[in-house]
């Protein structure tokens, strides 16, 4: 018998984007039904050119929004227990994060998410001006009201992580095509029939967008708009200033977005954040122009910054929504389109709980890990957007 390419081109889930998201997506699928066919498509040559391969790996319990806080809670246990069940290391590392107020409103803000966090079990805790430059004497002292701290915070490496799901979900046999585009939504109505992409079409009645920075391009495609911007985001590799201790947690001085995250060695730092404004974009070009005002915020946290050396620099891009909540959930009016984006910079630490949740959208229609309803891609429509976080 004759059977032409594209009858041979189906699959019972078609995932766009091969990054953190898409792949633990595919994982959690597999986990609920073994059997699905399952295709990723993959518009780079390899693995982890998207945001996930520049993203610093942090993973975090401090977040003033409930539900990112229940997000991060159930991406927990993956994190925790991703060495042994893949036998890979992923240099996992609870070693806390420090979050930093230099005025009253965001010690308010801490303490209220401090409060929030104790009643959920996380363990954070509130730091008075003495007890943080007590514990942290490196810190600009004229600056901070307080801060807090929470043990549970970590670090994972972001690629250890996506190859390591990359290798299971292969083994597990999903099709991952890279250097295959998805260029357009085949809709007979309104459902989902399949993709058509470079190398030919596929058929499939239910797509995932895992698209990342390229979420609203893809949703597009099937006429959908989608609140999801690109944003550059520089990373400065730095040497470690000289009276910071190894094995500091990371510190975000929430007033001016500046992060200090350390490497493992000790010996470098990862600097960012203060980027916040810049323009939405998919350009991953450096701007050494905003460096002197990066550098100026660093010193006005660690004074000691102002000896450090500046090894190099990289961008990566985030995809933000204007709440910065992800959207999460089927297209209204298109049957079988789902959508997980929009993560607003903590994609990394949600995707095992992304996944999980989207996996049984997809095939249970609904989940029992949480009410996902607020992350409804028709909240900005509705004009019910949630609050923003820090
Ligand atoms: C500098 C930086 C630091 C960050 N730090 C953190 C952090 O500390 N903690 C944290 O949790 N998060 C962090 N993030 C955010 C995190 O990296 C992202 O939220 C997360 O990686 C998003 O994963 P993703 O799979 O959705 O996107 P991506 O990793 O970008 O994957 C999407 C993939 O889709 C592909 N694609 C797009 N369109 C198409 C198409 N039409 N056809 C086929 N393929 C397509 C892309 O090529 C890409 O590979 C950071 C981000 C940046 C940029």
């Not at 805790?125 to 003495?130: E, V």
């Not at 701290?149 to 991952?176: E, K, M, N, S, T």
């Not at 992409?197 to 239910?206: A, E, V």
């Not at 050494?288 to 100026?296: C, H």
Request: net charge negative; aromatic share 10%; hydrophobic share 40%.
């Amino acid at each position: 018998m004759n059977v032409s390419i594209e009858q041979q081109a189906k699959s019972d889930i078609i995932i766009i984007g091969a990054g953190i998201i898409g792949l633990s997506i595919a994982y959690h699928l597999l986990e609920i039904e073994p059997k699905l066919s399952i295709t990723v498509l993959e518009k780079e040559k390899i693995l982890g050119l998207g945001s996930t391969g520049k993203c610093t790996g942090g993973i975090r319990y401090q977040l003033s929004s409930p539900l990112l806080r229940r997000l991060s809670f159930l991406s927990r246990e993956f994190f925790h227990n991703f060495e042994s069940v893949f036998d890979v290391p992923i240099w996992y590392r609870e070693k806390g994060y420090l979050m930093l107020a230099s005025n009253e409103a965001l010690w308010n803000q801490l303490q209220v998410t401090n409060g929030q966090a104790e009643a959920e079990g996380i363990p954070m805790r509130l730091l008075n001006q003495d007890e943080l430059l007590r514990n942290y004497p490196f810190l600009n002292k004229d600056r901070f009201r307080g801060g807090t701290f929470c043990p549970w915070d970590a670090y994972a490496d972001p690629y250890a992580v996506l190859a390591a799901l990359y290798a299971a979900v292969r083994r597990q046999g999903v099709d991952i095509h890279f250097d295959r585009e998805a260029l357009k939504i085949i809709i007979k109505g309104d459902t989902i029939k399949g993709v058509e992409t470079t190398q030919g079409t596929i058929w499939s009645p239910l797509i995932v967008n895992a698209a990342g920075p390229y979420a609203a391009r893809f949703a597009a495609m099937g006429g959908v708009t989608l609140p999801v911007q690109p944003f550059r985001r520089q990373v400065y590799v730095c040497t470690n200033p000289k009276d910071v201790p190894k094995n500091s947690p990371s510190i975000i001085d929430l007033a001016s977005g500046f992060y200090l995250h350390q490497e493992a060695s000790g010996k470098t730092v990862l600097l960012g954040g203060t980027d916040q404004d810049t323009w939405p974009g998919l350009e991953e070009v450096v701007d050494k122009s905003v460096a002197e005002g990066f550098f100026e915020a660093a010193m006005e946290t660690i004074p000691s910054a102002i000896d450090i050396k500046w090894l190099r620099t990289y961008t990566g891009i985030c995809e933000q929504t204007p709440d910065f909540h992800p959207i999460i959930g089927e297209a209204s009016g298109l049957k079988g389109l789902f959508f997980a984006n929009g993560f607003s910079g903590n994609g990394f630490m949600h995707a095992p709980a992304a996944g999980r949740i989207m996996a049984d959208l997809v095939l249970k229609g609904g989940t029992k890990w949480m009410d996902v309803s607020p992350f409804h891609p028709d909240r900005f429509a509705r004009g019910c957007p949630l609050g923003s976080n820090s």
